[in-house]
T-cell receptor, first 113, second 112 residues
Framework: KQEVTQIPAALSVPEGENLVLNCSFT??????LQWFRQDPGKGLTSLLL?????REQTSGRLNASLDKSSGRSTLYIAASQPGDSATYLC????????????FGPGTRLSVLP | KAGVTQTPRYLIKTRGQQVTLSCSPI?????VSWYQQTPGQGLQFLFE???????NKGNFPGRFSGRQFSNSRSEMNVSTLELGDSALYLC???????????FGPGTRLTVL
């Protein structure tokens, strides 16, 4: 069964710190992996999409990497700000699971001013 | 370009009733997926439609159904509501199933 896990479940950091969120998945046969953020009670905002042939993607202060062989992805956030406080979700589209995302449980991030 | 829209944003129903939720994808997107989000189970895939055809279905009972129209708008229906159906229902659209998915704000369903 394809599964996605995220560590840590929650993280609290002071403003300005660089931080790394981790995502692990059980099968290396994937189409792509997408990182989202979700604010309380709201929908999901797409942050970065990494196709299976790519190793990393960057957008502003965000950098996501993908290592299919080890079943891992990391989301690096540079110079964190209070506005980055949200839940970050990793979603993987496995080849053997139709063409739909399996979501991790999320990492709840708090950036303290 | 307008994002994914979902209506209504909030719904309160009682057990045994049925409900229909609507999703309008981003213009040009032909794939629409539905997800259920609860505190206990997280985000779970319901079904995906592409060009009016259901391509994939998650592990939910037959009370959950959906459809897609020729303009790519999609509806999902839940019949004989149960308390456990209370959740945030999210719709996502993409050009195709392997492209980036964009989510709507969700419909918060409360079953009393």
């Amino acid at each position: 069964k394809q599964e996605v896990t995220q560590i840590p479940a929650a993280l609290s950091v002071p403003e300005g710190e660089n931080l790394v969120l981790n995502c692990s998945f059980t099968d290396s046969a994937i189409y792509n992996l997408q990182w989202f953020r979700q604010d309380p009670g709201k929908g999901l905002t797409s942050l970065l999409l990494i196709q299976s042939s790519q190793r990393e993607q960057t957008s502003g202060r965000l950098n996501a990497s993908l290592d299919k062989s080890s079943g891992r992805s990391t989301l690096y956030i540079a110079a964190s700000q209070p506005g980055d406080s949200a839940t970050y979700l990793c979603a993987v589209k496995f080849r053997d699971y139709g063409q739909n995302f399996v979501f991790g449980p999320g990492t709840r991030l708090s950036v303290l001013p | 370009k307008a994002g994914v829209t979902q209506t209504p944003r909030y719904l309160i129903k009682t057990r045994g009733q049925q409900v229909t939720l609507s999703c309008s994808p981003i213009s040009g997107h032909r794939s629409v997926s539905w997800y259920q989000q609860t505190p206990g189970q997280g985000l779970q895939f319901l079904f995906e439609y592409f060009s009016e055809t259901q391509r994939n279905k998650g592990n939910f009972p037959g009370r959950f159904s959906g459809r897609q129209f020729s303009n790519s708008r999609s509806e999902m229906n839940v019949s004989t509501l149960e308390l456990g159906d209370s959740a945030l229902y999210l719709c996502a659209s993409s050009l195709n199933a392997v492209n980036e998915q964009f989510f709507g704000p969700g419909t918060r369903l409360t079953v009393l």
